[in-house]
């Protein structure tokens, strides 16, 4: 059975760009793959956080995973700061990275913008290679993703290619599974930027309170003029709600104009509510019924599981790079 490999960060609620980025497609992979999901909570850290929350974040998120039909008896969920094996092998990469090229991510360009004035952590420029360890550590065939993780993930494609090349070929180089170019949406209060937990404004959060949800559909910025078209040059508020009408709906965009033809934004923002809540409504009435206990004992097993391949492997790493 082929295997995949894919993370979240526990940096904030789930929203819909994490879902019909990746989630979703990973409901469907779970079926037919060996899955290995994991709540990134090193990378969380390369950002300032709070100790406190960062807890309480994971667990949170593990039960939303849940919630939206990751299946704990086929998919295994796990906490990567469980799996010392990721930093062993990110070591090794490092040293086979190269300062100029992850100079060149884009993540990083923008975090260090962000940063600027506090001063950009190490952390935001060597995680990339964090990010190919975790990937590589489980020898994965496939890593879904959303669109804003392909330049890191050619890295990591790219470090196995020279790994293998510079020690012994041991390493897949793995595919990186994108369902669909428009799998990037953008942030409810600035299209011009993806929808992310780091900027929560933005976040359209499938398990927030309803009333909070109706609020940032309503403020979600739209363009001038009053037409429901796709013109994400012209309009990109409107043809980004589009975007995730269309998800919500499974309609195509030609049929939503005709849907709205002659109708206003309001309207359109009205008619988003509805379809979101009942997309969601199965996962966030699932959500509730969730335990701590049961969270805790699916990433104690995920754990061990998670455990035992990535041993195994860096075991084999480290006779090959001449450790053992
Ligand atoms: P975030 O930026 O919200 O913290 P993560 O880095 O935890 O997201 O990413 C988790 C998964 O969700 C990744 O596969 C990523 O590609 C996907 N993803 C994140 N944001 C979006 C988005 N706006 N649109 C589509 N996919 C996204």
């Known amino acids: 059975m082929k295997r995949i490999l894919t993370g979240i960060k526990p940096t904030g609620e789930i929203h819909i760009g994490n879902y019909f980025g990746m989630i979703k497609e990973v409901v469907e992979l779970q079926k037919n793959y060996q899955v290995f999901l994991m709540i990134a909570d090193l990378h969380a850290q390369t950002v300032p956080y709070k100790p406190q929350e960062l807890k309480f974040l994971t667990y949170e998120l593990a039960s939303s995973l849940l919630a939206l039909g990751i299946d704990p008896k086929k998919t295994v969920l ?18 086979l990275s190269y300062f100029g090229e992850l100079q060149l991510m884009h993540e990083f360009k923008e975090q260090a913008e962000r940063y600027k004035k506090q001063g950009v952590g190490v952390g935001i420029f060597m995680y990339p290679v964090l990010q190919a360890a975790d990937v590589l550590i489980y020898n994965a065939d496939l890593v879904p993703v959303g669109q804003d993780q392909v330049q890191h993930l050619e890295l990591t494609r790219e470090l196995a ?17 994108i369902h669909e170019e428009t799998a990037k949406i953008m942030s409810l209060d600035d299209p011009s930027k993806k929808m992310s937990k780091s900027l929560p404004e933005g976040c359209l959060e499938i398990f927030a309170p309803e009333n909070a949800i109706k609020e940032k559909i309503k403020k979600a910025v739209t363009d001038s003029g009053q037409e429901i078209k796709y013109d994400p040059q012209k309009k990109p508020g409107i ?18 104009e005709e849907e709205f033809s002659g109708l206003g934004y309001n309207d359109f923002k009205g008619k988003i509510i509805e379809a979101f809540f009942d ?37 084999k790493i480290l006779k090959i790079v001449g450790l053992k």
């Open 78 to 95: 796990f906490r990567q700061s469980d799996i010392p094996a990721h930093l062993y092998l990110y070591w090794i990469l490092s040293c």
């Open 161 to 177: 290619r020279r790994f293998n090349k510079r020690f012994k070929k041991f390493f897949k180089v793995p595919e990186i599974y």
């Open 239 to 256: 043809s980004n709600l589009m975007i995730i009408y269309k998800y919500l709906t499974n309609k195509t965009l030609a049929e939503i």
């Open 279 to 315: 997309y969601f409504k199965v996962a966030r009435v699932a959500k509730r019924k969730i335990k701590k206990e049961e969270v805790e004992k699916i990433l104690r097993i995920g754990a061990q599981k998670a455990n035992q391949v990535a041993k195994e492997n860096l075991i």
